[in-house]
């Protein structure tokens, strides 16, 4: 009895969402979770915060994994992901997988826009013109994405205290100066398409 509730404190104080655990349909429990920081659906209400909703599963899951592995780091997310199981995490994986992307789009000026073609002519073949048509399933969609999420990760691909693993990724990153992450990032901020 004595070890069931702790069990149970544990599992609550692990996932931050009492009542949420106990929703009908488990998975709709876990999201809410999510939701609460990355918005209903898995759309940014803003901030640093990313938009998850409408990435590939791939993406996704692969994200997840690596945190949980250590594989790749996150100040927030290596140790909340480290609470779910292996099929928990497939299952939000496929859950925000599930949903339509929706572009958060925030205003940029005709600067912004002139000078992220340029700073983002390299993307291209990846992520495609606006971010917007990743050429593989392991790519993450950009256009309306938070800026400021998209900043900081870029700093984070260039920055050798952080372990992120994909190499082209990597070598691109390392490529840009911050003036030019500050000005793709807003670029891809501001597409809608
Ligand atoms: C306390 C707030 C918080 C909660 C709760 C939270 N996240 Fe996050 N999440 C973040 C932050 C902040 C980032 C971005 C910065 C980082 O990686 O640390 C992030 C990043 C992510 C990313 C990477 C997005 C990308 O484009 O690469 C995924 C995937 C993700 N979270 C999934 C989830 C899932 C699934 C849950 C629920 C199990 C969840 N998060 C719960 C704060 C949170
Ligand atoms: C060879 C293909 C390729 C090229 C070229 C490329 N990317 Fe990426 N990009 C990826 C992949 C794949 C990921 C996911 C990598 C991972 O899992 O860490 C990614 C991730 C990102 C992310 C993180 C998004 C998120 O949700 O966390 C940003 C931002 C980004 N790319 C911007 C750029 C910019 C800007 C350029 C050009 C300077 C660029 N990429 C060039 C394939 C590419």
Redesign the pocket.
């Known amino acids: 009895m004595v070890k069931e509730t702790s069990l149970v404190l544990a599992a609550l104080g692990l996932l931050?969402a009492g009542p949420a655990v106990q929703a009908a349909d488990p998975i709709e429990g876990?999201?809410r979770?999510?939701n609460?920081?990355?918005g209903v659906d898995g759309v940014s209400a803003g901030g640093?915060?990313?938009s998850?909703g409408g990435?590939s599963e791939a993406y996704?899951k692969h994200?997840?994994m690596e945190w949980k592995s250590g594989a790749r780091a996150?100040?927030?997310?290596t140790r909340?992901?480290k609470g779910?199981s292996d099929e928990q995490i497939a299952a939000?994986a496929k859950y925000?997988a599930g949903k339509t992307w929706r572009p958060v789009v925030q205003a940029a000026g005709a600067d912004v826009l002139a000078q992220g073609k340029d700073a983002t002519n390299r993307c291209e073949t990846c992520h495609g013109a606006t971010g917007g048509e990743p050429d593989e399933d392991d790519t993450?969609r950009l256009n309306g994405?938070q800026a400021r999420?998209l900043e900081?990760?870029l700093m984070k691909y260039r920055d050798d205290g952080f372990t992120m693993t994909h190499k082209k990724m990597l070598r691109n990153a390392r490529r840009m100066d911050e003036g030019d992450i500050t000005t793709a990032a807003r670029f891809y901020g501001s597409q809608s398409k």
């Open positions: 931050c876990l999201a979770t999510c609460n920081c990355h640093a915060m990313p998850i990435q996704l994200v997840m996150s100040a927030t997310m909340l992901i779910y939000l925000y993450p994405q999420y900081l990760e």
